[in-house]
């Protein structure tokens, strides 16, 4: 059998970590379903346990590819350490206020959190990496933060939760990209670091939190557990598909996570959804649309497609 060509061999890739990419992303996209189900239990509990079961599941796979090496490499590493110590505290709270948020009804929130997340990762561009807009970047920012103002005159306060989650997961992304670990064995360094906290909570406050109903029930373990491997699988998928695609194409797969969030809210559980408020939607995916059309064009120019 004739061995496939170089370029039949790139497709292959392509389509495969397209796939990696849609499974990821997916999941993340319908994680607030899950948590609903639980939703009987706090978030503070939930996030507890989330980080305990996530070390086990993210453990046992880099276990089986034979990589807890590369862990106590890192955890030699006192900068690294350090990189990863911070990335952990925005990532913990990032959960806190996703979990919570969903429990109160606001997985519109959570979605236009994740939308304009991409806008906030080109101005921490601008402000901490010194880079500059491109008139289409500019024009974009300025549709996101207009849209947000606009949602704060009309609804009466600021959109904390989506800006919470918008910040502190671009946060976290730069500060992963300054740290040269993989993505997998960082994730699993984090959880390591925020373990003891998650242990101490898990036994000096649930047992007085938790309504004893919920600790008598058959299902309350495997539900929690669960929130580990709900953890753990979308990641393990988005590191097979960033080692195989370009960067523009990760970034337009990643609005299927926001996009199933917003139909899920609106169409499953009813939330809220008035002209006004879809008025500030459609300016951010105008805002998102015109980055990505740019980022396209780009990288086929780059090619000379």
């Avoid at 992963?176 to 994730?187: H, I, L, N, S, Y």
């Amino acid at each position: 059998m004739a061995e496939a060509s170089p370029a039949t061999r790139a497709q292959s890739e392509l389509r495969t970590g397209v796939l990696f990419a849609l499974a990821a992303y997916g999941l993340w996209g319908v994680l607030p379903a899950y948590f609903k189900l639980i939703g009987s239990i706090s978030a503070d509990v939930i996030v507890a346990h989330r980080v305990i079961w996530s070390m086990v599941f993210v453990g046992g796979y880099l276990a089986y590819q034979g990589r807890l090496r590369e862990i106590l490499a890192i955890l030699r590493t006192p900068r690294l350490v350090g990189l990863l110590l911070c990335s952990a505290l925005i990532i913990g709270g990032n959960w806190l206020v996703f979990v919570w948020a969903i429990g109160e009804n606001r997985v519109l929130d959570i979605s236009l959190g994740y939308f304009i997340n991409p806008l906030v990762s080109v101005v921490i561009g601008l402000v901490v990496l010194g880079e500059r807009l491109s008139r289409i970047q500019t024009i974009a920012v300025g549709l996101a933060i207009a849209a947000v103002m606009i949602k704060t005159v009309l609804f009466g306060g600021l959109p904390w939760v989506g800006l919470v989650l918008a910040v502190s997961f671009a946060a976290y992304g730069y500060l992963r990209k300054v740290t040269p670990v993989g993505a997998t064995a960082g994730m699993l360094v984090e959880i390591l670091l925020l373990l003891p906290l998650a242990v101490l909570y898990i036994a000096l406050v649930v047992p007085e939190s938790v309504d004893p109903a919920n600790l008598e029930s058959p299902w309350l373990m495997p539900a929690l557990a669960g929130a580990g491997l709900v953890t753990a699988v979308p990641l393990i998928f988005f590191s097979a598909a960033a080692r195989r695609l370009p960067l523009v194409i990760m970034g337009l797969l990643q609005y299927l996570a926001p996009s199933l969030q917003f139909l899920q809210a609106v169409f499953v559980w009813g939330e809220p959804l008035d002209p006004a408020q879809l008025g500030t939607f459609a300016m951010i995916w105008a805002a998102l649309a015109l980055v990505s059309a740019e980022s396209w064009r780009r990288m086929r120019a780059g090619r000379g497609l």
